[in-house]
């Protein structure tokens, strides 16, 4: 399978309260999808398409930094997983120590660099 040109608006993340979505591809699970409260956690499982253009990891991040900003604007805290570890936190609960000199953002909070790394090579 093969993906082009596709856009989600982000901000359909302020709208979601509570509940879980599970994707699969072929009976395997591929992404998790949990709204609880104000956590958002997206639980990348297996990536079983090809991407067409993607942007490189600084781009990714520094196009994150508004979506970030609006998620704790409405103190929403979006956590990405790689296969139930966490490796990367936007919005409210972001910590960013020192990933602040990467992404210029005080609402992104890395927390496995190799791990958001190798997410960054299948997005």
Same mark, same amino acid.
């Given at each position: *399978? =093969? *993906?082009?040109?596709?856009? *989600? ?16 591809? +072929?009976?395997?699970?591929? &992404?998790?999808? @949990?709204? %609880? ?9 297996? &990536?079983?398409? !090809?991407?067409?253009? =993607? ?7 520094? !196009? ?9 604007? %409405?103190?929403?805290?979006? !956590?990405?997983?790689?296969?139930? %570890? ?5 919005? %409210?609960?972001? +910590?960013?120590? /020192?990933?602040?000199? @990467?992404? /210029? ?8 660099? =190799? ?6 090579? @299948? /997005?």
């Amino acid at each position: *399978m =093969r *993906m082009k040109d596709f856009d *989600m608006p982000a901000n359909f993340l302020s709208f979601l309260h509570s509940g879980r979505l599970k994707i699969t591809c +072929n009976d395997a699970p591929s &992404i998790n999808f @949990v709204a %609880e409260g104000s956590s958002r956690i997206i639980d990348i499982i297996d &990536i079983p398409i !090809e991407i067409e253009k =993607r942007p490189g990891l600084i781009k990714q991040l520094s !196009e994150a930094k508004d979506l970030a900003k609006n998620l704790k604007q %409405e103190n929403i805290t979006l !956590e990405i997983r790689l296969q139930g %570890e966490t490796v990367l936190k936007l919005g %409210e609960k972001a +910590n960013p120590k /020192l990933a602040k000199i @990467v992404t /210029l953002s005080n609402d992104i909070e890395i927390t496995d660099l =190799r791990k958001l790394k190798k997410l960054s090579d @299948v /997005l």
